[in-house]
């Protein structure tokens, strides 16, 4: 929305909201730790080619009627120093040094994006695990497997479905576990994260009816195509994706994978429980608020005016 209210175009838009949650370095990863080589490349190639196709598409059939004017967000990201717009580039180079940098960037991945990841991410190991153990191995192979009709049933299932791509990924490992087929997977983290209701919802007022078709038709299209490939790509080659998956942890040391899930459960312990009594709190503050007031803790330069409590998000 931002983006769009900045004057980027309906076909950078639509590119934008597809190929984000697909490529991300942590999705990638996660893919590449409980999935497979093959998977893991599949995922953000798949996704690139769909957001080209999808943003092609858009700019070719969408009326020429839209703003060009864009003001971009220069503020400093390290600290709110300066608005980058009163400071030149080469100036505001010199505000910061290395060490600066790095630290800014390690408090993002250890604060701002693992909390976003923490209670998704907690929501599809458990989603996993409860496929894994109370579903018989036997259900997904006799009634889905592979094949058209596997796809058509993950599209029924993933576009409706509210689930980020890391929460995802472990839920398309069990489900390869159970018997479906890589490309029925592929289906489903494809069209998992970048589609459900709200999102369409939202985004048929933002880019109109036609765009939200356009988007969804490309998704589901692009989705089923690739993923009838990649099931031949497995065949070919002769390989079974039910022993690939999670064979990525066998050339880490059993220790390092430890040491590893317990710095994990330690950064998950705070988001989690801001999620909870979030979920459970009488007096809840709107969504927006609470981020502006967590970024103002941080940096001064995010904080809200004083009354803002009493305006609501704007």
């Given at each position: 929305?931002?983006?769009?209210?900045?004057?980027?175009?309906?076909?950078?838009?639509?590119?934008?909201?597809?190929?984000?949650?697909?490529?991300?370095?942590?999705?990638?990863?996660?893919?590449?730790?409980?999935?497979?080589?093959?998977?893991?490349?599949?995922?953000?190639?798949?996704?690139?080619?769909?957001?080209?196709?999808?943003?092609?598409?858009?700019?070719?059939?969408?009326?020429?009627?839209?703003?060009?004017?864009?003001?971009?967000?220069?503020?400093?990201?390290?600290?709110?120093?300066?608005?980058?717009?009163?400071?030149?580039?080469?100036?505001?180079?010199?505000?910061?040094?290395?060490?600066?940098?790095?630290?800014?960037?390690?408090?993002?991945?250890?604060?701002?994006?693992?909390?976003?990841?923490?209670?998704?991410?907690?929501?599809?190991?458990?989603?996993?695990?409860m496929i894994t153990a109370l579903i018989p191995d036997d259900?997904?192979?006799?009634?889905?497997?592979?094949?058209?009709?596997?796809?058509?049933?993950?599209?029924?299932?993933?576009?409706?479905?509210?689930?980020?791509?890391?929460?995802?990924?472990?839920?398309?490992?069990?489900?390869?576990?159970?018997?479906?087929?890589?490309?029925?997977?592929?289906?489903?983290?494809?069209?998992?994260?970048?589609?459900?209701?709200?999102?369409?919802?939202?985004?048929?007022?933002?880019?109109?009816?036609?765009?939200?078709?356009?988007?969804?038709?490309?998704?589901?299209?692009?989705?089923?195509?690739?993923?009838?490939?990649?099931?031949?790509?497995?065949?070919?080659?002769?390989?079974?994706?039910?022993?690939?998956?999670?064979?990525?942890?066998?050339?880490?040391?059993?220790?390092?994978?430890?040491?590893?899930?317990?710095?994990?459960?330690?950064?998950?312990?705070?988001?989690?429980?801001?999620?909870?009594?979030?979920?459970?709190?009488?007096?809840?503050?709107?969504?927006?608020?609470?981020?502006?007031?967590?970024?103002?803790?941080?940096?001064?330069?995010?904080?809200?005016?004083?009354?803002?409590?009493?305006?609501?998000?704007?």
């Open positions: 929305m931002s983006l769009r209210k900045q004057g980027a175009n309906k076909g950078a838009t639509t590119a934008f909201l597809i190929s984000t949650p697909e490529s991300g370095v942590d999705s990638i990863s996660i893919t590449y730790a409980l999935l497979d080589p093959i998977m893991t490349v599949a995922r953000p190639v798949v996704a690139f080619v769909t957001a080209t196709a999808a943003g092609i598409a858009e700019n070719l059939f969408h009326d020429n009627k839209q703003s060009t004017e864009i003001t971009p967000d220069l503020t400093c990201p390290i600290d709110g120093c300066c608005d980058g717009v009163n400071c030149s580039p080469d100036k505001h180079r010199k505000h910061h040094g290395f060490r600066e940098k790095l630290l800014a960037g390690l408090r993002f991945a250890f604060t701002d994006l693992w909390n976003d990841l923490a209670g998704w991410f907690l929501l599809g190991l458990l989603l996993a695990g259900v997904f192979s006799t009634y889905l497997g592979a094949g058209l009709p596997a796809m058509l049933l993950m599209l029924a299932v993933g576009i409706p479905l509210y689930i980020c791509a890391t929460a995802s990924t472990p839920i398309a490992a069990a489900l390869i576990l159970k018997g479906v087929s890589p490309g029925a997977a592929l289906v489903f983290l494809l069209v998992g994260p970048a589609t459900n209701i709200a999102s369409l919802t939202v985004l048929t007022g933002v880019l109109g009816k036609r765009a939200a078709a356009i988007y969804l038709a490309t998704i589901a299209i692009s989705a089923v195509f690739f993923g009838l490939i990649v099931d031949r790509i497995y065949a070919a080659f002769g390989l079974s994706a039910q022993a690939m998956v999670g064979q990525a942890s066998e050339i880490i040391p059993f220790w390092v994978g430890v040491v590893g899930a317990v710095i994990i459960l330690a950064l998950s312990v705070k988001p989690l429980f801001r999620v909870i009594k979030a979920r459970f709190s009488v007096d809840k503050k709107p969504k927006d608020l609470v981020q502006i007031q967590e970024k103002a803790e941080r940096n001064p330069m995010f904080a809200a005016p004083a009354d803002s409590a009493d305006c609501g998000p704007t």
